[in-house]
């Protein structure tokens, strides 16, 4: 096995009904794409994009609950995920780092819960401006790796997407030699955290455009992308999957 070449959306908290029009376009724009392609909408859309979307598109959420069921106003269990149609759910964006003071733990115990259901988790990772600037970077990103990864994780059943937040909605990217560099470890590092490391996934995300796209999916231990922006509109995405083709 190697790892899954992915080309993975997230559309955030944009988009509704009106914009599964797009599935529609990206599956005439990919017919038969040689990668895996998932979109990850709001929730509200996961049921209808994945009515919408066939076998070419795969969909997922962007967070789920650590508990499988309860009192949690507002939250989402992997299984209803993947009662809606999920596959695969992002986990510890930065942004729910961020707004939502998500750790590591709590990263890894949604994992598990995501896990338990048959759910591919898709983990994120990535250093803020100031860590770069510190010459942090791998440092950071060996601890949220070590701590965001739960036991039973698995080439099968988990992804890795490296999103340096400083990239993340800004244009800016990392040179080439930044990004592998950060890939390589990240690869090093996945041996002992996980069965199969050499065939996990490992995904780029920040500021991915058509324009840039094949000259990241060049880079040794990059599988893909995990692109915000550039996912909302069928056209651009699809000058994505087509570059890892
Ligand atoms: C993201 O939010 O995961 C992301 C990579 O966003 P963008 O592609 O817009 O930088």
Not at 57 to 70: R, S
Request: glycine content about 12%.
């Amino acid at each position: 096995m190697a790892p899954r070449k992915l080309a993975a959306g997230n559309w955030k908290m944009n988009g509704n009904l009106a914009a599964l029009d797009q599935i529609d376009e990206l599956r005439a724009a990919c017919p038969a794409p040689a990668c895996d392609v998932l979109i990850c909408p709001p929730a509200v859309l996961l049921h209808p994009m994945a009515a919408r979307a066939g076998d070419m598109i795969a969909v997922g959420g962007q967070d789920c609950h650590a508990n499988a069921a309860g009192a949690h106003t507002g939250d989402i269990a992997a299984a209803q995920l993947k009662d809606a149609g999920a596959t695969y759910v992002i986990l510890g964006h930065s942004e729910r780092r961020a707004d939502h003071g998500e750790t590591d733990a709590q990263v890894a115990a949604k994992a598990a819960a995501a896990h338990a259901v048959g759910l591919i988790a898709i983990i994120c990772v990535g250093e803020t401006e100031a860590e770069r600037d510190a010459g942090s970077t791998l440092d950071v990103i060996g601890t949220q790796l070590a701590g965001s990864i739960p036991a039973g994780a698995d080439a099968a059943n988990t992804v890795i997407a490296y999103e340096p937040v400083w990239a993340i909605g800004t244009g800016r990217t990392p040179t080439l030699d930044q990004i592998a560099e950060v890939h390589d470890f990240m690869r090093d590092r996945l041996t002992g955290h996980m069965a199969g490391a050499g065939d996990c996934s490992l995904l780029y995300g920040g500021s991915v455009k058509p324009g840039n796209a094949a000259e990241i999916f060049a880079i040794a231990n990059v599988d893909g992308a995990l692109v915000g922006g550039a996912s909302l509109k069928a056209a651009d995405f699809a000058g994505i999957v087509t570059a890892l083709d």
